[in-house]
Nanobody, 121 residues
Framework: QLVESGGGLVQAGGSRRLSCAGS????????MSWFRQVPGKVREFVAGVSRGGMSSYGSSVKGRFTASRDNAKDTINLQMTNLKSGDTAVYYC?????????????????WGQGTQVTVSH
């Protein structure tokens, strides 16, 4: 099970930190990633950290978002800075038993329930 937290309302240009905690199994051998989705659009890859510690970012957030994980706690965090209105979405945490950072949502085995991030002007 994956549970996200940290969503909310933030002003444009501000920062927000999301967290995702895994439970029920060890996720240390999983790639853990963040996706986001707005109504009517496909789920978009945001960032991921492989079990080996490599990271990857979507082009729209590169340089503004930083993903990090703590294998001892089975958590992955997403530090978001310089937020824009286009970052408004439901953010989901996902995990897949692989060392590959997949950017397609269907590749992932486990999902959280999502947390809403709303960026206001």
């Amino acid at each position: 099970q994956l549970v996200e937290s940290g969503g909310g309302l933030v002003q444009a240009g501000g920062s927000r930190r999301l967290s995702c905690a895994g439970s029920g199994r060890s996720f240390s051998d999983y790639t853990m990633s963040w996706f986001r989705q707005v109504p009517g659009k496909v789920r978009e890859f945001v960032a991921g950290v492989s079990r080996g510690g490599m990271s990857s970012y979507g082009s729209s957030v590169k340089g503004r978002f930083t993903a990090s994980r703590d294998n001892a706690k089975d958590t992955i965090n997403l530090q978001m800075t310089n937020l824009k209105s286009g970052d408004t979405a439901v953010y989901y945490c996902a995990a897949v038993y692989s060392d590959v950072i997949y950017t397609v949502a269907s590749s992932y085995d486990f999902w959280g329930q999502g947390t809403q991030v709303t960026v206001s002007h």
